[in-house]
T-cell receptor, first 113, second 112 residues
Framework: SQTIHQWPATLVQPVGSPLSLECTVEGTSNPNLYWYRQAAGRGLQLLFY??????ISSEVPQNLSASRPQDRQFILSSKKLLLSDSGFYLC????????????FGSGTRLTVV | SQQGEEDPQALSIQEGENATMNCSYK?????LQWYRQNSGRGLVHLILIRSNEREKHSGRLRVTLDTSKKSSSLLITASRAADTASYFCATGSGGSNYKLTFGKGTLLTVNP
C-alpha cells in the first residue's frame, strides 16, 4: 500500500534561518506531488506541485522553493525564513488522471519567531 | 484564490443527528472532492464525485452535485462524536487533476 511520510511534525525557527521540510512517498511510482500551506482557520493554499523529477511549478510568489531530487521525494526549502512563513505545511501525492483523490501527509507545524 | 466556499463555517449538532455542509464553486470542474481534517492533522480524502454524476454514497456519507448551480452538498447521517472535524470541498478543473483548489472548510462539532 502507498504511504506518505512528512517530517518534522513541529518546527520552531528564528527569522532569517533556513528551512528544509521533507516528504517521501512509498508504494507508488511517478506520483504527482504537492506542497500546501494552511494558515490558522483558513483553507489550503497550493504552493508547489511536481509531475516528475526536477519538474516544479510554483503557484504563488513567495520566500519558498521546492525541489524533487528523486521520484518520490519532495522538499520544501527557504534560505531565510520570514514571520509570515509560519503555518501548517502539508505534503500530498496523487496518481495521474482526473479521478484520483489526494493523499496527505500528517503535516508540519512551522512557527517562525 | 479559493474556488470552493463551504457553508456554514461552523456547525454544531448532537450525536445521532444528520449534518449537512454545502460547497459552492465558480468555474467549470472535472470533479469535486470532499476531505476531512482532524485538528492538527493532515486531510483525509472522503469521496469524489465526477462532473457528470449527481449523487454518490459512501457509508454514512451522501454527496450531491448540481453543476447548473455550481454547488455540492455533503450529508453525514447518524453523526457520531468521532465525526467532529473540519470538512473541505476541493475542485479539480482545467483538464487535469494536478491542482485541487480547496475551500476554507466547515468545522463540524458533534456533541455526545
Amino acid at each position: 500500500s502507498q504511504t506518505i511520510h512528512q517530517w518534522p511534525a513541529t518546527l520552531v525557527q528564528p527569522v532569517g534561518s533556513p528551512l528544509s521540510l521533507e516528504c517521501t512517498v512509498e508504494g507508488t511510482s511517478n506520483p504527482n506531488l504537492y506542497w500546501y500551506r494552511q494558515a490558522a482557520g483558513r483553507g489550503l493554499q497550493l504552493l508547489f506541485y511536481s509531475v516528475g523529477i526536477g519538474q516544479i511549478s510554483s503557484e504563488v510568489p513567495q520566500n519558498l522553493s521546492a525541489s524533487r531530487p528523486q521520484d518520490r521525494q519532495f522538499i520544501l526549502s527557504s534560505k531565510k525564513l520570514l514571520l509570515s512563513d509560519s503555518g501548517f505545511y502539508l505534503c500530498a501525492w496523487s496518481g495521474w488522471g482526473s479521478d484520483y483523490g489526494y493523499t496527505f501527509g500528517s503535516g508540519t507545524r512551522l512557527t517562525v519567531v | 484564490s479559493q474556488q470552493g466556499e463551504e457553508d456554514p463555517q461552523a456547525l454544531s449538532i448532537q450525536e445521532g443527528e444528520n449534518a449537512t455542509m454545502n460547497c459552492s464553486y465558480k468555474t467549470s470542474i472535472n470533479n469535486l472532492q470532499w476531505y476531512r481534517q482532524n485538528s492538527g492533522r493532515g486531510l483525509v480524502h472522503l469521496i469524489l464525485i465526477r462532473s457528470n454524476e449527481r449523487e454518490k454514497h459512501s457509508g454514512r456519507l451522501r454527496v450531491t452535485l448540481d453543476t447548473s448551480k455550481k454547488s455540492s452538498s455533503l450529508l453525514i447521517t447518524a453523526s457520531r462524536a468521532a465525526d467532529t472535524a473540519s470538512y473541505f470541498c476541493a475542485t479539480g478543473s482545467g483538464g487535469s487533476n494536478y491542482k485541487l483548489t480547496f475551500g476554507k472548510g466547515t468545522l463540524l462539532t458533534v456533541n455526545p
